[in-house]
């Protein structure tokens, strides 16, 4: 085995805050605000009706913390979910592939209610329910989105290889995931085809 004389990166302690929606400790930050998700949702009438009445307040963020570049490093955040519907979809992130298709990511619930929806390029799909302390180990080649089935945020802790990068346009061109998840008469939720899924690009 061959030692480094390279000095080892500084450990780093990050904080939590489920609640809150906040990581402490973290070194990125993104949201996505509601005019952000134009096309993401099937009920184009009750999006607008919904931008009409929009507060301008984000409707998901990220926190995030990278320390080292390259496959030996990792990406740790929190991606935060707020609650609401679009017609009978669930409020939801846009999704993604991973840039090198072929890295996976581990996601932990730590408040809320929620789905992952996965999907592969050759068309198998899962949909796994998620309440606190349930984690989804996503394997690479998965298509990923973040759904909150719930009445409050949906707070998940994630972690997956520095170089893997994202996707996040894939969806978009294959007209959405194919499949969405749409809430029932009794409160829950289901899954059903998207009649707009085109395929994914190989």
Not at 2 to 10: G, R, V
Not at 121 to 150: C, F, K, M
Request: hydrophobic content about 35%.
């Amino acid at each position: 085995m061959s030692i480094s004389n390279t000095p080892p990166t500084t450990p780093v302690k990050l904080t939590v805050l489920a609640e809150q929606g906040q990581l402490l400790g973290s070194n990125g930050r993104y949201e996505r605000f509601l005019p952000d998700l134009v096309g993401l949702y099937q009920d184009a009438q009750s999006f607008e009706e919904k931008l009409a009445a929009d507060s301008g307040a984000p409707v998901y963020w990220v926190e995030s913390s990278q320390t080292e570049d390259g496959p030996g490093g990792l990406i740790t955040g929190t991606s935060v979910l707020e609650p609401g519907q679009v017609g009978e979809e669930y409020a939801m992130t846009k999704g993604h592939l991973h840039g090198q298709a072929d890295r996976s990511e581990l996601y932990l619930t730590v408040a809320g209610h929620g789905v992952m929806l996965l999907e592969t390029l050759d068309g198998q799909t899962e949909s796994i329910e998620v309440r606190p302390g349930e984690a989804v180990y996503v394997p690479g080649h998965w298509v990923h989105r973040s759904v909150n089935v719930g009445s409050k945020r949906f707070v998940t802790l994630f972690c997956y290889a520095a170089d893997a990068g994202q996707d996040y346009g894939i969806i978009e061109r294959a007209g959405g995931m194919k499949q969405l998840v749409v809430a029932t008469s009794d409160g829950g939720w289901t899954t059903r085809p998207n009649p707009q899924h085109r395929g994914y690009e190989h």
